[in-house]
């Protein structure tokens, strides 16, 4: 047989020599041949432990390994062909799960513990005279167990409290031999998965019984032994019932002793997972006040920030600095924010929640809001444009009392773009060790409140920055130092917010800088898990001496942070930080927003341009649709040709009608950008500009929520709903705009004037490019139109994605503006245009943080589309509208491959037509502006031809 193994025979050789001494093997069982049983034991272990392909053939049979449990069970008292088979069995079992799970049905698993509980019922010496034997059946044990948490309770049973004692004492208290405490290890963390047995475990003293093996071989030559017990802890620590246990035996000093000893001893680096590892086990045991004050106590910031500071160069420690970098900020002193409200308060008015009855239009109303179906179009249009317009931003004293004013519109610039940020703060060495060496200071922290919005008494002192909010757009709550030039900031939720909704947008202003310090800023209480900050965005910062808008600020960043919330389904959960780091040229006042506000008062101060514009061309009309809950102006401008004078009989009341809004999420300022890049170029004298306003009639509300514009809301008005989920019964009193909105939508249908293309655009924090959401109506007697639009913005604007567009609605998003105009209105070509607030990663703009013009520019291009699409349908040629759409357009669902992936920075891309969507950056999907969730939900998505496919790209 020896012969026969070494000269490797082939596979179908091999596999027939196995089935040979497997049937012999199971003659000898039913023949109660004990020698025969050994022989065939030792001939079996000797094939499989050379030939590869034999012993994967062996573990796909479970008739097989059925055989060989049985011929354990009954070779308890014949040490050759016990030692032979647990031998096979280990083997087999380090195939793999499958394999292991294998074993596990056949009651390998079962004849293992037998031979365990007998050693157990006598004395340790029988069975411990034969370590290596001892040490094949705990690693079997081990491969078995870590599949299903089910065996945990099976170990616990048949064992019972003495055999667990054995384990727990005996093996690991009186046996020091590396391998076979490293197996006993294995089999602890396979089997203290279960809760159950776990807490036995613990009763029965583990963790002391652990502690003295690690102090004893505290050692990189014992790396597997370390790395079993520290993964024994981790699964023990898991639930913090056991925490107190692990703090009572001094845990949190001893994984500080083994990372110091790790760390001096391994010089060559090699071990640099081990000592994540004990990191990660200090992460799990402070997660706990009692945890972080044993790390307070054994000074473990200072250790980790000496430790951290002497790793050599290379892009292995990163990730050594990273998790301890993680630890050191969970370990800060807990830090109390204010209670989950906002600081800003505006009374309701009671409303009955009766659904009110639709609107009934009188004469002067469709003067007003439909000018295009009047005989005296022409003269309404002009003199809506006459006078002065009121540029005063309404309601703004009802909900805060302006105290400075942000910069004007027009020092916004178009200075605002940049490159993105070659790499994350979170892997930048300098930048890890500026950060440890920072939150080492923790004895140092002063944390002084220098600002406080509901307290104007609140003074910072000379030496510290004074912070201000108090204007429109502002949302800063409250602000404190903690040590020299760092600051902790909160930022206000939402007016009238019952949820500690915490949001992505920020904005104030600071004073009293000086131009040689570096200022570090860490906004606590954010809500999104991820943030395009991960991924190479910045901030922006206005400042007087560079008079615009400008992209700045370097160690920037975005993580979980030991802040709780409460969600809206009332569960506890954590905040995040954003944080990044700004140098000022003067003393200010400077502005640090998360993009660039666009307040109501640069809506009112654009009105009048576009005034003048509308007057030269006689193409513009502007009402007031309603007034917002504060008072504000909800506007609406209509768009089109208005010179000629016959207008109900002749092509003005045959002209399409586009319905374009935006700024129904207040934070989404860039959607502003892009609405007023398409009203720049609607009403200009360009000749496409012109072919639209004769083809077509636009409906435009610039800003539907002003209200919350106004306080720095993030995503909900003044009633603290999200107006974007209210569109299948708005309330008339509570949502004045959306209801009014719909009832100028409805009237449209009535009277036969179903709008062309509806789109409501909006901002996106957690994906790159420009891409769109529509509806996949079945019913409508043109399936697949609603392609045509974004497969025409992909082969007009370079930064639009084709492939993150989709067309599904899930669940809770069937009130949204998209939804309810194409379910209960008819319209099939009804989208959410999203744009992201960060830059591209593809095409020619691909690595460029967007400006001002990128979104002005993208508004325009968005109208020429709209233009391509209205003379295609104009043509009525149904050949040329289903070459548009193509032939490949149609639902598919996503790849397994596709769904799983995603998370890295770049979305992943499918070569097929057929790509599916890939996943938000940071690795989930994100539900920003009207977003859809989860593409492994089995999504539906475009596909486009490869001409166009290249067009988007």
């Not at 409303?351 to 005296?376: A, H, I, K, N, V």
């Not at 005063?392 to 909900?399: D, K, S, Y």
């Not at 947008?505 to 900050?533: C, D, G, R």
Request: glycine share 6%; proline share 5%.
């Amino acid at each position: 047989v020896c012969v026969c193994v070494q000269h490797s025979p082939s596979k179908p050789m091999a596999k027939a020599k196995m089935n040979r001494i497997l049937s012999d093997l199971a003659q000898a069982l039913e023949d109660s041949n004990v020698r025969g049983v050994g022989e065939c034991s030792a001939h079996l272990a000797r094939l499989i432990s050379r030939q590869d392909k034999a012993r994967s053939e062996l573990s796909r049979s479970e008739s097989h390994l059925h055989t060989l449990s049985t011929a354990l069970t009954h070779s308890t008292c014949d040490e050759t062909a016990r030692d032979h088979l647990c031998h096979t069995l280990q083997l087999l079992a380090s195939c793999g799960s499958k394999t292991a799970l294998r074993l596990g049905r056949v009651g390998a698993f079962d004849a293992l513990l037998l031979l365990l509980v007998q050693a157990a019922r006598t004395h340790p010496s029988s069975l411990s005279r034969n370590d290596g034997l001892v040490t094949l059946v705990l690693q079997t044990l081990a491969d078995i167990g870590a599949c299903d948490a089910r065996y945990g309770t099976a170990f616990r049973l048949q064992l019972g409290r003495e055999g667990l004692r054995f384990v727990v004492e005996t093996l690991v208290r009186e046996h020091r031999q590396p391998k076979l405490t490293t197996a006993v290890f294995r089999v602890l963390s396979a089997v203290c998965i279960n809760d159950v047995t776990a807490q036995s475990c613990v009763t029965l003293g583990v963790f002391a019984h652990t502690f003295s093996v690690v102090a004893a071989n505290m050692h990189v030559r014992n790396a597997d032994l370390l790395a079993s017990a520290l993964a024994c802890w981790a699964v023990l620590l898991a639930s913090q019932m056991h925490v107190d246990s692990f703090l009572q035996q001094n845990g949190v000093k001893l994984c500080l002793d083994v990372y110091t000893e790790l760390q001096r001893q391994d010089i060559r680096q090699k071990h640099l997972p081990l000592r994540e590892q004990v990191l990660g086990v200090l992460k799990l045991a402070t997660l706990t006040e009692a945890g972080r004050g044993a790390f307070f106590s054994g000074h473990g910031f200072a250790l980790m920030a000496d430790l951290s500071h002497q790793l050599p160069e290379g892009e292995e420690s990163n990730g050594l600095l990273r998790e301890c970098a993680a630890l050191l900020r969970q370990c800060q002193p807990p830090i109390a924010i204010p209670a989950p409200r906002s600081s800003v308060t505006f009374a309701l008015p009671e409303c009955s929640g009766e659904q009110s009855p639709d609107r009934s239009w009188t004469r002067e109303d469709l003067g007003r809001f439909f000018p295009e179906l009047c005989e005296d179009a022409r003269e309404r249009a002009l003199s809506s444009m006459e006078g002065d317009m009121d540029f005063t931003a309404l309601g703004v004293e009802h909900v805060v009392q302006p105290c400075m004013r942000p910069p004007p519109t027009e020092t916004h610039g178009a200075a605002s773009t940049g490159p993105l940020l070659k790499a994350q703060f979170t892997t930048k060495r300098t930048q890890l060790e500026q950060e440890i060496a920072t939150l080492s200071l923790v004895d140092r922290v002063v944390n002084r409140l220098v600002y406080d919005h509901e307290d104007p008494t609140v003074r910072a002192p000379a030496s510290a920055l004074t912070f201000e909010s108090r204007f429109e757009c502002g949302n800063l709550r409250r602000a404190y130092q903690m040590h020299g030039s760092a600051y902790h900031l909160l930022v206000n939720a939402d007016v009238n917010t019952d949820a500690q909704n915490a949001p992505q947008w920020f904005f104030f202003a600071v004073e009293n800088t000086e131009p040689s310090v570096t200022y570090k800023f860490s906004i606590l209480n954010m809500s999104k898990p991820n943030s395009q900050f991960n991924f190479g965005m910045q901030p922006v910062v206005w400042s007087p001496s560079v008079g615009s808008w400008q992209r700045a600020g370097s160690n920037v960043g975005y993580y979980k942070n030991t802040v709780k919330r409460t969600t809206k389904e009332g569960k506890e959960t954590f905040c995040f930080t954003a944080t990044f780091s700004l140098a000022f040229p003067s003393s200010g006042p400077h502005f640090v927003a998360y993009s660039v506000p666009y307040t109501l008062s640069d809506l009112l101060l654009h009105l009048n341009t576009w005034r003048l514009l509308g007057r030269q061309h006689v193409c513009l009309h502007i009402a007031t649709l309603c007034r917002s809950l504060a008072g504000n102006p909800v506007h609406l401008l209509t768009i089109t040709d208005f010179s000629d004078g016959t207008v109900r009989t002749t092509a003005l009341a045959q002209r399409r009608h586009v319905v374009i809004s935006a700024r129904v999420h207040p934070g989404e300022t860039n959607a502003s950008y892009v609405m007023k890049g398409l009203l720049d170029f609607l009403l200009s004298a360009d000749m496409q500009a012109v072919e639209l306003r004769r083809l077509c009639v636009f409906k435009i509300i610039p800003m539907l929520n002003p209200d919350g514009v106004v306080v720095g809301n993030n995503r909900c008005s003044l009633s603290g709903l999200d107006l974007n989920r209210q569109w299948l019964h708005p309330n008339p009193v509570l949502h004045p705009g959306i209801h009014a909105y719909k009832q100028l939508l409805l009237h449209l249908c009535a009277q036969d004037r179903r709008p062309t293309v509806f789109c409501d655009i909006h901002g996106h924090s957690r994906k790159k490019n420009f891409f769109m959401y529509g509806v996949a109506d079945a019913a409508s007697p043109q399936p697949k139109v609603q392609y045509i639009l974004p497969k025409l913005m992909g082969q007009a604007l370079p930064a639009f994605h084709v492939r993150s567009c989709r067309f599904n609605l899930e669940k809770g998003k069937e009130g949204t503006a998209r939804a309810v105009v194409c379910s209960d209105l008819g319209v099939t070509c009804a989208y959410t245009l999203e744009c992201t607030f960060c830059g591209a990663d593809r095409g020619p703009l691909k690595g460029i943080q967007f400006g001002l013009n990128h979104f002005e520019e993208a508004g325009k291009l968005f109208a020429q589309s709209i233009l391509r699409l209205v003379c295609l349908f104009n043509g009525g040629n149904e050949q040329a509208i289903a070459a548009a759409i193509g032939k490949d357009s149609c639902f598919e669902k996503p790849s397994s491959k596709a769904a799983k992936g995603g998370g890295n920075e770049s979305d992943t891309e499918d070569t097929t037509l057929s790509a599916a969507v890939p996943m938000a950056e940071g690795g989930e999907d994100a539900d920003d502006g009207d977003s859809d969730q989860d593409p492994a939900h089995g999504r539906e998505l475009l596909a486009v031809d490869a001409a166009d496919a290249d067009a988007a790209d």
